[in-house]
Structure formats: C-alpha cells, structure tokens
C-alpha cells in the first residue's frame, strides 16, 4: 500500500516533533524537485532548507567519503545535508523526487506549537519593574528575544547522533574543532571517573576509551559551557550561579539514573544541564538593555518567564520534546503526569535533591510528598534532610562535577 506523503513526513526528524495538523500546514507550503539521473545537487544551494529523499537513490559526499542513500533506507528519514559543511553535494543515481522544506517556516511553526498556552501570572512588583517584565515578555511573544546559539561541535555532534554511519574518525575530528573541547575532553578521559591504566593523550583514542556514546555526552556538555557567557559582572555572577546549580543538578540526575536503571544516564546529565536554559536569554536581553533590578525583582521575572524562553531556546536548538519538557516544567514541584517517571520528573527530584541543607529548601515543598519524588522509588530524605543512596555516591557525583568544569 502506498504511503502518503502526511505518512512519509511523519517519520522525518525533525519534522516528526510537529503535530499532525502542523506538519499538514507545514507540508502544503513546501516544495518538490526532481533530479534526472547523473544530475547533482549542492549543500550550498540548500543553506535555508531541510531536503528530504521521497524517491529514487542517490550517493551523498560529504567529507570526502561517499554513501549510497536510497527512498527506503532510515537514512532518508533525515535531511540529506545536515551538516554545515559547504563542500557537501548529492549525485542522483536514479530519477529522484525530492521534498524540500524552509527551515524559518518549520522553526516557527514548532515553537507556535511548543508556547501555545503560556501563562504568565501577576507578579508583586513596581511600576518600572513592571514594564522591564512586560518588555521581556514582549520580546519572547514577539521572537525578539535573542536566543542564544548552541556551540557548533555541540551541533555537530547533535546531528551525527542520528546518523548510524558516523564512527570514531568522525568524531574525533568534530572534537577536534574545539581546542577548549578537546582539552576538557582529554581532561575528562583522564579523570578519576574514566581513567584506565595508562594515560590518553590523543582524542581518538580518547573517544576510543569513552566510546561514541559517551564521548557525544561529555563533549556536548562540556561545549555547552560556552553558552553560560556574559560581559557585566552582574549578569556574569549570576551566569555562573546559573552554571553551578546545572551542574550539580546533572551531576545528581546521572546517579540517580545510573542507581535507578530507569533512565539513560547520559541522557539525564544532559537534561539536568539544560533544565534552566531559559534563563540565559533573559539575562542577555537585560544585560544588552542595560536593565537593573533589584535581585527581588530580578529573581520573580527568571521564574514567570524561565519556561517560556527555555522552551524557545530548546525548538531554536533542535532538541527533541522529551527535553523540550524538562526546560518548560522542571520548576513544577507538583508536577504529575502519570505512574511512571519521565526526564522531567528526574530533573525535579535532582534539583530538590540540590537544595537539601540550604536556605532554598525553607520555600520549597517537602521531596518526601512530590509525586515525582515517589515515583522515582528512591527511598525517603529523613529528618535532617539527608538521602541515603547520595551518600552513597558522595564521591561519584564530585567526580561528574570535576570533569563538567574542567
């Protein structure tokens, strides 16, 4: 039985993460090309577009290093240049369709999709801080925010995570790009967490000894270190409070999922990293405005907003809706969605977990009665706010610590 295009676009990444209606919408403003046999077709000519194999075979060359992708094959569920490499190109085997999507037009109607419904509640504050609050909200309504770019080896390893043809070489020399990636890498490799008996002191082997899983993790998060940049000292203090708290979150969220077996642990350091990505934004636009609040202030309009501009920043970045979740509702104490545990219920446990004995925990509910707490089955924080099971990986979560801010 042949599939309809609806049905054919529904497995495409990104595509997949729009609903059926806004992929339909989507689909009706995109174009179809054809390809005779022998004919060629550049990256260049598709900077602005997500090109998609419908029909037909074709090699794509990139880097050098040629590979046959044919209409069937899961590699035609992905964009055929999704890397920014301008040397790429695709020679058409057979007659080939093609599907061709504006990248502005999906980005945009993703994120309609991901910030319908906001809420922002009244908050207590004065009348000039009042107008800066509605001015970022404005901003983030209005995609006037800026948002911040995601690290290009994080990109890059992003991409190749979807691709089953990238190995060790390939990694290596995305790594490679970054000289500050590269170290903190090394660094890492060599840490009490990953070290074996003999020093690494290249970055193949290096990936080598972390493997390709392990090696995305672990650079993706070190890159992401890039983002929590500022210029003034106020907004670089509080960047670096920002960067601490993510750490130690992420550093929690990998034991609890390594501890637990109900979570990828790589998978739930990388969503504690970006549970507060929403922040950064709105510190930028205030930093670029010169704005000044009083830290009251300051701290209100980061909480009503934090949601809003981290779900943008996640659609912007191309991740996926598991995580896009985390950056909208981790602050949701009471969040409850159902029996079994999700990333953002982990992310919520690890940050209560990251203020036990200290004076946030005063203003926050007790874990013991958080439903994504109970779900987690991790035993019960006692009387003097201590858990068991983060005693027992005290030295584990310091080591993920050290090698995040190497």
């Known amino acids: ?49 997500l090109v998609y194999l419908l029909e037909g075979s074709l090699g794509l060359v990139s880097q050098g290093k040629a590979n046959r992708v044919t209409a069937d094959s899961p590699r035609a569920r992905l964009p055929l240049f999704p890397e920014r490499i301008s040397n790429e190109f695709a020679v058409a085997e057979s007659a080939c369709r093609l599907l061709v999507i504006d990248k502005t037009a999906f980005a945009e109607r993703l994120n309609d999709e991901r910030t319908a419904g906001f809420e922002v509640n009244d908050v207590e504050i004065n009348a000039d801080e009042g107008r800066i609050f509605q001015e970022i909200y404005e901003a983030t309504l209005n995609n006037r925010l800026e948002l911040p770019p995601m690290p290009e080896v994080a990109i890059r390893i992003q991409r190749m995570a979807d691709d089953p043809d990238v190995g060790i070489p390939e990694l290596t020399k995305v790594v490679q790009m970054d000289a500050a990636v590269a170290g903190a890498l090394l ?48 907004v670089k203090e509080r960047m670096r409070q920002l960067w601490e708290h993510s750490v130690n979150v992420s550093a929690i969220a990998y034991v609890l999922a390594r501890k637990s077996r109900k979570f990828d642990p790589e998978r739930a350091l990388l969503a504690g990293l ?29 909480f009503k907003l934090h949601g809003m501009t981290g779900v943008l920043v996640m659609n912007y970045w191309g991740m996926d809706p598991e995580l896009v979740t985390v950056a909208e509702e981790a602050d949701n104490w009471m969040r409850d969605t159902g029996e079994k545990p999700d990333y953002c219920d982990l992310v919520i446990v690890s940050q209560l977990l990251s203020y036990l004995n200290t004076p946030r925990m005063a203003s926050l509910p007790d874990p013991n009665q958080v439903p994504a707490f109970k779900k987690m089955d991790i035993g019960s924080v006692d009387a003097d706010m201590n858990l068991a099971i983060l005693d027992e990986v005290r030295d584990e979560l310091e080591a993920i610590k050290h090698v995040l801010n190497a």
């Open 1 to 49: 039985m042949t599939q309809s295009l609806e049905q054919i676009a529904s497995e495409f990444v990104p595509l997949k993460e729009l609903s059926e209606q806004g992929r339909a919408a989507l689909l009706q403003q995109a174009g179809q090309d054809t390809l005779a046999a022998g004919a060629k077709i550049n990256a260049t000519d598709h900077r602005e577009h």
């Open 274 to 302: 970006m549970h507060d990505i929403g922040v950064i934004p709105i510190l930028k636009y205030m930093e670029n405005q010169g704005t000044k609040l009083s830290p009251e202030a300051l701290e209100s309009t980061l």
């Open 187 to 234: 660094h890492a490799t060599n840490s009490p967490l990953y070290r074996g008996a003999q020093p690494i002191t290249n970055i193949r082997d290096a990936v080598v000894r972390l493997g390709l899983k392990t090696t995305r993790m672990l650079a993706t998060n070190i890159a992401m270190r890039q983002t929590f940049k500022a210029d003034s000292a106020l």
